[in-house]
Each structure stands twice: as C-alpha cells, then as structure tokens.
C-alpha cells in the first residue's frame, strides 16, 4: 500500500452514492450457529464481505477484492429465523480504492418490531484489472448530507489507517535495524 493519498484520475466520470448501494437479505438457518446456539459471527462477517464487494464491483464497474475489514461491531445476537439485511454503501473512493460502509439489521422472525440493528463494518476494496493489479475508480459522488458525512468520516479513518500502518512498519524496521529482531 502506498503512503500517500493519490487523488481520482481526473478524467473519470464520478457516480453518486446511491448508484451502487446494495441491500442482501437472508434467512438465518441452523447451519449458521455457534456452540450457544445463536449466529456464528464469521457468517455475518461473510454476508458482509458479499454485499461491499457486490457495491464496490457496481461502483467500480468491475472486479474488486477486499484489502481491509475493520471495525467490524457486534451489538445484538442474531438467532435462528431471523430475517439479516445486509446494507453496503460506498462512503469514499481514492484513486483505486474504496471505502464500503456495511450496517446489518434484523428482523426477528417472532416479533413485529422494525429491524433492529445488529452490526456494522467499514471495508476497504481495490478495483483490480485482469492481472489483479489496482486500477482506477470514478470518484464517489456523495449527495445527502449523510452521505457527505460518511465521507468525510472515511477520510478520517483513512487517514489513522495509513498512519498506523506506517508506524507499526517504522517501529518493526527500528528493532530489525537494532538487532532486537530479525
Ligand atoms: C489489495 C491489493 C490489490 C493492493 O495491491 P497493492 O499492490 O498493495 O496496491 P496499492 O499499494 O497500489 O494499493 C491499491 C489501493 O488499495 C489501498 N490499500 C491496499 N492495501 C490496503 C489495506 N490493507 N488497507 C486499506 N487500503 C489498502 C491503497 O491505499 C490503494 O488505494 P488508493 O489507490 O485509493 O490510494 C493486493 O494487496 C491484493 O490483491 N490483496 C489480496 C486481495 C484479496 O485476495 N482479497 C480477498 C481476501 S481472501
């Protein structure tokens, strides 16, 4: 990854928000459990992965991967039955990469209560080219004001991505070049 920010080719067209966001639904079956009986995480973590990586491949016009998954949150257990939205959104582009935003809510399947929101991730996507190498993406165009709000809540985490990255690389090549570690 490089350590600077490089701004979006300048002459691809963007593409608002709403473009690409995505809604994947899914019924919650026993093959989805944990030990105490409830949804595994990893199988949330997956419906995840899915829906960013259908909105980045929408906004990018091809294939994407994921670089990164992070702050992946679980705030209520999901059972059997329930009804799990999956909700993805791109709230920032780089020059080849992609910030998804991701909120899982569920419907419980005995209750007429509105989804209740179980969870939430921000993963980051690389546009690829036929060689897997990085390739350009239209600038996101964000239009409401939450829209703008995420964006610039990517940048920020953007921003401590890099620097934290750099850090632990500096610190890492320090006690290398100290001997510490080889
Ligand atoms: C993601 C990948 C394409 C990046 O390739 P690379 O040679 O490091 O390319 P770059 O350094 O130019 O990075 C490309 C973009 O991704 C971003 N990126 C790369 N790694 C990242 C990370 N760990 N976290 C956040 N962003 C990352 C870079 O900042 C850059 O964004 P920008 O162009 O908008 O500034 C490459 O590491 C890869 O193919 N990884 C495997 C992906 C995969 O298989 N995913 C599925 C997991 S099973």
Redesign the pocket.
Known sequence: ??DQ??PPEADIPGKPTAASRTTLSHIMTHNDTNLLGTVHGGVIMKLVDDAAGAVAGRHSGGPA????MDEMVFLEPVRVGDLVHVKAQVNW??????EVGVRVLAERWNESTPAQQVGSAYL?F?A?DAD???RS?PPVLPETERDKRRYQEAQIR?TH??AR?RAIKELRERRVAEGIED
């Open positions: 990854m490089t920010a490089r991967v994921t670089a990164s582009t780089g020059r080849t990469s992609m980051v690389a690829v897997g190498k990085p993406v953007r991505r890099l990255r």
